[in-house]
Structure formats: structure tokens, C-alpha cells
């Protein structure tokens, strides 16, 4: 017993003086970090001069500090705001360059049916004479329907094209038989013969074959970009989680708490809170992959010389082709189809002059084939390019975000902030996307709830690229809204109503590593008055029992 009550007194006696220096030293000063959080647009009210002991602390570690709760809080909340701006400045910037795509195909195409249309209208005005300018209105009709088409109205191609063809076909029956009185009924008995006539040859099919190829992927292309930037604008709105703000504040300003404000985190550690904060967003990396590539694919087929210049460039030769080929074979024709139709009785004008106009089309129109031009190569090439390069793009911000703000230089991975102190990051660098993350160490996510928004994204990026594909097929697409056509086929899609708030990640039970705090790096902070109270029961205790046993 005397041996355990000398012992006592000893351990006393040699710690009362460590912690006795300690109390005579000064606090450390917080002025830094009153410029710094001042500079941030907060007001000093309540900021310590001085620091001040961090058991009040829910984020940062508790040792001593210069941040009071609301200061926490204040800076937790700002650093969510500023990485949700840096998300949408990263997706504005992709967004501005798949614009910047879509205008110059957009712009392009609109520009080769113009030329198109233009060429066709100075071709048969000097071809085909006043059988084109009492016409016009059917050439002119095509051309209006392929533009709506392409922009996506719901117009059915194959539809136009027959029906372009019937019209024509009536059109010319009308001004080659002038001579005879025709109304209405016959001339819907003459379209409807089109078929077992064939009066055009080959020529619509063959057009039909090459215009529904070129428009159906021309139309899908630019679609696919116009729902690349709706994604990446949604997702890029899609608010941070709570968990996500708290590993921000914690790798961000929690050095300044600690006094150590030129303190940058460790690569690993910004690398695990990036993957954690945008797990949902790597989710999309399989499906926009998928659809950049669809989409590459796709524009390979503008290229060549049954591209999209040499397509819309022909129609006014392919045309033209088709009535030469009708007039040929007039008789032929006209015979067919009064025996179909019936006779037709005389008095109506008189014929037209239509042999004078087939031989100057035989003569001009042969010649007005243009050659495909190299924009087309151009636009290519630069968007395939761009495609390739934004492939990564959700799986590489984690990586983009940490470039410029993570430790670096000689020494740097033994000095960098880790979550806790100047110290190496020993956990490893997790991988990417959701699932990932179940044991990531710095934000806690239940990766059995994903984020709705995103998974409604991605489950748009997954119909564009159904249809791409179908486009690469000359298979006709319906380009409906598909904002709200999402399924419940996406794995973790929950039913209950608190999927539709956004994203709600919520901490799980998983095996993290054991994290263990840092003792205060300043080693001249003031210490508390009750560190000594341990020590001085048990010396008062020893004394009671020495003076009782005399």
C-alpha cells in the first residue's frame, strides 16, 4: 500500500509542472483566420481572438481551434455553395461546346437543303419551263417537309416521299393529257396506279432508300447532341449531398480552424472525397459512353460519296431524272392508265410543248450534279474529336476538381492535410461510381438510394442511343419528349415518395477505417484548469491516508 501511494505521488509530482508550463503560456492568436473568414463576406461578431478549445466542433477535429460552431457551419455551407459552382461552370463549359457542335452541323445542313432547294428551282424553271412554274408548290412542299423532319417534327418521312410522287405523278398526267377534260376522281385513280406503274423507275425507290438514311441520322445526330446538353445541364443542378458538404468543409476550411491555412489536402483524400461527393454522377460514365460512341458512328456516314452533301445536293437531279423517265415512256403510261382509270372524253387546251422541255432537261440537268464538299469532312472530324474527349467526362471531374487545389512538390504526400493534420493519407483511393463507395472513409453514402435526377438521366442517355442505333439502321424514330420517359428498370430505383426529393444520401453501418485524432499542433496553447484536477485528488487522497495510518 505505501508503495502505490508513493508511486502516486511521484506520477503527480512530474506531470503537475508539463501542465503547469502549459497554463502559463500564451493562446495562439486567431487573427489569420479573422482576415480570412472576414474576406468571405462574414461578420467578426463572436470569432475569438484567440484560440479556444474545440469540444463544440461537429466537423472539424477537436482540438484547438479559432472556429466557433457558427463559424463551422458558416464555412460548411459555403463550401457547397462554391463546389456546386465549380459543377455548373465545369458543365456550362461542356455544355457551350456541344452547342458549339450542334450549330455548326445544324447550320450546315439547313444550308445544304437551302442549296438544295435553290438549285432545283433554277434547274427546272430553265429544264422543265412552265410544267415546273405551274407546279412549284409540290417541289417546294418536299423541300418543307424535310426541314420540319429534321426538326424533329412529327412528320412521317416515308409519307412525304409517296406522297410527293403521287402528286408529281398527277401533276404530270394533267399537263401531258390537256387535251382531254380531267377531274378530281381520275387524277386519285392515276396516284393510286403509281405503284403497279412504276411511271419514275427505280428513281423513288432508290431516293427513298438514300434521303430516309440520310435524314433519320442527320435528325437523330442532332438530337443526340441536344439531349447530351440537357443531361449535363440537369445533372449539373443536382444539389450536394449533407454527408458531401461535411467532407468538403472538413478537406477545405477545417485547416484554417486548425491554424493551418496554407495547409493543402493530400491527393488521395481529395481524390475519396471527390469520388464520394460525385458517385451518382460517375453512374452516367457507361451511358454517355455508350452514346458518344453511337453518336461517333452515326457521323461516319456523313462522310463520303453517299454522304449527307452528295444526298440533299442530288435531290434536284434525282427529280429531275424520275420525270424524264415518266416522259419517255407517255404513252406507255397514258395507255396503262386509261385502261385502269377509264377514257377520257376531249376539251380540254391544248398540249403544252413538253418534248422542247424534256430536251433541254436531258441536256442541263445531267450536268448539275454537284461534287461534295469538304465542310462536311471538316465537321466530321471535329465533332468525332470532341465526342472522344468528352468521354471520360464524368468519371475524370473528381480528378479535374483536385488538379489545382491538392498538395504537391517534394515531400508533399508526408506534409499534406489529411482530414485530421499535417500527415500522410493512408486509406486508399476508392474507385468510381456509386456501388464504389460503400467503405469510402471520408463521405458516408447508402448506396442503395441512388440520386433520382441523375438516374432519370441516365436512363434518357440509354433511349437516345437506342435510337442512334436504330438510325444507323436507316430505321425511322420518333423524337417525342421523353423527359418523363423513364421506367423503373434502372437497378435501385426506389418506389416511395422520398425518391422524388433529390438526393437524399443517407449514412449506412459499413466497415471504415479507424481514424485517430491528432494532438493540437501548437504546443503553447493555454491549457484548462480542470487538466490538473485529476492529479491533485489522488495527491490529496495519498496525504488523507498517510496522516490516518499515524
Not at 460503400?438 to 442517355?461: A, C, F, H, S
Request: a neutral charge; aromatic letters at 8%; glycine letters at 6%.
Amino acid at each position: 500500500m505505501d508503495s502505490f501511494i508513493i508511486a502516486a505521488l511521484v506520477v503527480c509530482s512530474l506531470t503537475a509542472p508539463a501542465y503547469g508550463d502549459k497554463g502559463t503560456s500564451k493562446a495562439r492568436s486567431c487573427s489569420d483566420i479573422r482576415v480570412f473568414y472576414s474576406g468571405k463576406g462574414f461578420s467578426l461578431d463572436g470569432v475569438p481572438q484567440s484560440e479556444i478549445s474545440g469540444e463544440h466542433l461537429r466537423i472539424c477535429p477537436q482540438g484547438y481551434t479559432c472556429c466557433t460552431s457558427g463559424m463551422e457551419d458558416n464555412l460548411a455551407t459555403l463550401s457547397r455553395r462554391e463546389m456546386e459552382g465549380l459543377l455548373k461552370d465545369a458543365g456550362r463549359a461542356l455544355q457551350t461546346s456541344l452547342t458549339g457542335q450542334y450549330k455548326a452541323f445544324d447550320g450546315y445542313f439547313l444550308e445544304l437543303l437551302n442549296r438544295s432547294a435553290i438549285s432545283l428551282q433554277e434547274t427546272f424553271t430553265q429544264t422543265w419551263g412552265s410544267l415546273y412554274s405551274q407546279n412549284s408548290q409540290v417541289f417546294s412542299d418536299l423541300y418543307t417537309d424535310l426541314r420540319h423532319y429534321y426538326r424533329g417534327s412529327n412528320v412521317n418521312l416515308e409519307e412525304v416521299l409517296n406522297e410527293f410522287w403521287a402528286r408529281l405523278l398527277e401533276k404530270l398526267f394533267y399537263q401531258t393529257n390537256k387535251q382531254y377534260f380531267i377531274g378530281e376522281d381520275y387524277l386519285e385513280c392515276v396516284s393510286k396506279q403509281i405503284d403497279t406503274l412504276r411511271p419514275f423507275g427505280e428513281t423513288p425507290r432508290t431516293m427513298k432508300m438514300m434521303v430516309t438514311r440520310t435524314f433519320v441520322a442527320a435528325r437523330s445526330f442532332v438530337q443526340g447532341l441536344v439531349v447530351s446538353g440537357e443531361v449535363v445541364r440537369k445533372v449539373s443542378q443536382v444539389q450536394l449531398s449533407q454527408e458531401c458538404m461535411r467532407a468538403m468543409m472538413r478537406m477545405t476550411y477545417c485547416p484554417h480552424c486548425r491554424g493551418m491555412a496554407s495547409a493543402r489536402p493530400c491527393a488521395n483524400y481529395c481524390s475519396n472525397v471527390m469520388k464520394g461527393c460525385l458517385a451518382n454522377q460517375a453512374d452516367l460514365n457507361t451511358e454517355w459512353r455508350h452514346l458518344a460512341e453511337t453518336m461517333m458512328q452515326v457521323a461516319d456516314r456523313f462522310d463520303g460519296p453517299s454522304g449527307v452533301d452528295s444526298v440533299v445536293l442530288s435531290l434536284p437531279y434525282r427529280i429531275s431524272e424520275a420525270m424524264l423517265t415518266m416522259m419517255d415512256n407517255i404513252e406507255a403510261i397514258n395507255s396503262k392508265l386509261f385502261q385502269a382509270c377509264g377514257n377520257l372524253r376531249e376539251g380540254g387546251t391544248s398540249s403544252t410543248g413538253l418534248d422542247e422541255s424534256m430536251k433541254r432537261g436531258k441536256v442541263i440537268v445531267e450536268d448539275k450534279l454537284g461534287s461534295s464538299s469538304s465542310r462536311m469532312d471538316k465537321l466530321v472530324s471535329d465533332v468525332t474529336m470532341r465526342l472522344r474527349e468528352l468521354q471520360p467526362y464524368w468519371v475524370s471531374l473528381p480528378s479535374i476538381l483536385c488538379s489545382d487545389r491538392v498538395a504537391t512538390g517534394t515531400g508533399a504526400e508526408d506534409k499534406c492535410w489529411n482530414g485530421m493534420s499535417r500527415a500522410r493519407y493512408l486509406p486508399e483511393v476508392m474507385g468510381d461510381g456509386l456501388a464504389s463507395q460503400i467503405n469510402n472513409p471520408e463521405v458516408e453514402i447508402d448506396i442503395t438510394k441512388p440520386d433520382m435526377t441523375i438516374r432519370q438521366q441516365i436512363m434518357q442517355l440509354k433511349i437516345m442511343t437506342h435510337r442512334l442505333k436504330n438510325a444507323l439502321n436507316g430505321q425511322d424514330v420518333d423524337f417525342q419528349d421523353t423527359s418523363d420517359d423513364v421506367s423503373g428498370s434502372g437497378s435501385g430505383m426506389c418506389a416511395d415518395d422520398m425518391c422524388s426529393r433529390g438526393p437524399r444520401l443517407v449514412v449506412p453501418v459499413t466497415d471504415q477505417p479507424i481514424r485517430y485524432a491528432y494532438p493540437p499542433e501548437n504546443k503553447k496553447v493555454k491549457a484548462s484548469a480542470n487538466q490538473n484536477l485529476p492529479c491533485i485528488a489522488i495527491y490529496l487522497l495519498s496525504l488523507l491516508v498517510l496522516l490516518l495510518r499515524r
